[in-house]
Each structure stands twice: as structure tokens, then as C-alpha cells.
């Protein structure tokens, strides 16, 4: 009987070290796949972020100033209707090789998935499209609000209508849109009728619109598709600038031009 538990007892040491060497085989393996695993997606995510870049934007220009749509004035008062703010921004898309292939040239192009990221105090913003002709001036077409994406034309034609929405297939003008912020002030009567009203952004500091209650913010998505079917997306990060280093749109305008890094990363 003694003997039996001896035996017994034997096996069931035999066993669980059994069990703790499969147990620390299995783990092993494990730990060597999951490493494996974890060295390919590293591999995977250093090639994807180096994959060389085919559509970047380098360069945005922006034009800021200020005016009133209606204007009525007497001989003791001057009163506008919807002052409002507008920016001016054009986009140049580098294709970065001066020789033109189906991989560095454009197909279709549209902006999409627009956010006001930071709201103004005052005023009610929207994003047009601004044709490159009209590029600095105060007239905006309520027939070029932008809803919910902006699609452009693509062309290698040489002469074409700049007015609509678009695009050389050689990257060769920019992507022109305009941040308007309307209502910032209506119904508003000044009473100073010796000093000449000037409808640019000193207009904004004669109705008393402080600069921080318009700051706002933007993002959208810029998708390509090239002549040969890759596509390409980026988002765009903007805050509308009003204030510079030297000058702010209280002197009547402000153009400032930004070198940024907007990448395009393929994901088709």
C-alpha cells in the first residue's frame, strides 16, 4: 500500500511538471510570435511613414479684411448691415518632380470633412470657394458655399474657366477658398460723420469688434486621386490669421504667407 503512494505521488509530480514545461514551451512560443508580430507591424508602419511622397502642400497664402454688405448714411450718422470678416486662403499642392507621370499628376481632387474647430464670438462662419480671379476682393457668391465637400474639375486644357472649381492637372495654380464670417455686427449706426468710413478691416475696430471675439480655428480633408488610381489624403490644421509679427487686419488688411508640411499619405 505504501509502495502504491509512493507510485501515486510519482506520477502526479511527473505530471504537473509536465504541465509547467508545456505550459512554459507554449508561453515561449507566445512571447516569440507575438515579438514576430509586433517586429512586422514596426517593419510595416517605418515603410508606410517613409513611403516616399508623391502630393504635399508647402505654401498657403492668406488674405484678411473686413466690410459691410449694405451701408445707408445721413448727414448725422453712418449705419451697416452685416459686417463681416473675410480670409482669403490659397493652397499650393507640390507634386515634387518637375517631370510630369501618371503618379504625380492629378485626377480628381476634392476638400471634404470641413470642421470649424474653434468658433468665433461674433459672426457666423463659412467656408466658399474663391475664384483666383476675384483672389483679395471683398465680393463673395452665395452660390459658392461649400455644404458639405468642394469637388474640382481636373484639366490639362490651357484655357479654362477659373471662375468654377478648378484645378491643373500639373499642380500648376492653387486650391482657392475663402473663410467668411458674416453678422459679426448689423443694424449698427455710427454717429461720427466727420471722419470718412473706409470698408476694409478698420471698419472692424470702428464698430468695436475686438480681434479675440472673431479668432477661429478650421480643418478639412484634401483628397487626390493621380492617373494612376492611388489615392491620397491629408488634413489641413488652420488657424485664420488676423494678427501678424508687424500688422493686424485693424489696418485694413493682412496677407501673410505660411511654409507649412502638409504631407498627402496614400491609403488606396
Do not use: H, W
Not at 477659373?162 to 458674416?182: D, G, M
Amino acid at each position: 500500500m505504501k509502495k502504491k503512494n509512493i507510485i501515486c505521488g510519482y506520477y502526479i509530480i511527473l505530471i504537473i511538471s509536465l504541465i509547467l514545461i508545456l505550459t512554459f514551451v507554449f508561453q515561449n512560443i507566445y512571447d516569440k510570435l507575438l515579438q514576430k508580430k509586433n517586429f512586422e507591424n514596426s517593419i510595416i508602419s517605418f515603410a508606410k511613414n517613409n513611403e516616399e511622397i508623391v502630393f504635399k502642400i508647402k505654401k498657403i497664402v492668406f488674405f484678411s479684411s473686413s466690410d459691410s454688405k449694405n451701408k445707408t448714411s445721413s448727414n448725422t450718422n453712418f449705419t451697416i448691415q452685416n459686417l463681416y470678416t473675410y480670409t482669403d486662403i490659397a493652397l499650393f499642392i507640390d507634386n515634387i518632380s518637375e517631370e510630369n507621370t501618371v503618379k504625380n499628376t492629378l485626377k480628381k481632387v476634392k476638400i471634404t470633412n470641413i470642421k470649424i474647430s474653434k468658433e468665433p464670438i461674433y459672426g457666423k462662419p463659412n467656408l466658399y470657394y474663391k475664384s483666383i480671379n476675384n483672389f483679395s476682393k471683398s465680393e463673395f457668391d452665395i452660390n459658392n458655399l461649400i455644404q458639405q465637400e468642394l469637388v474640382f474639375d481636373v484639366t490639362s486644357e490651357d484655357n479654362v474657366d477659373l471662375s468654377k472649381p478648378v484645378l491643373y492637372n500639373n499642380c500648376a495654380n492653387p486650391i482657392t477658398i475663402s473663410y467668411i464670417n458674416q453678422n459679426i455686427k448689423s443694424d449698427y449706426t455710427m454717429l461720427d460723420t466727420e471722419n470718412p468710413i473706409i470698408y476694409n478691416g478698420k471698419l472692424l475696430q470702428r464698430c468695436g469688434i475686438s480681434i479675440s471675439s472673431i479668432q477661429a480655428s478650421i480643418s478639412f480633408d484634401i483628397e487626390i486621386e493621380n492617373n494612376k488610381n492611388e489615392r491620397y489624403k491629408t488634413t489641413i490644421y488652420l488657424d485664420i490669421p488676423y494678427v501678424d509679427a508687424e500688422k493686424s487686419i485693424y489696418d485694413g488688411s493682412l496677407v501673410i504667407t505660411k511654409d507649412v508640411e502638409f504631407n498627402f499619405y496614400r491609403y488606396e
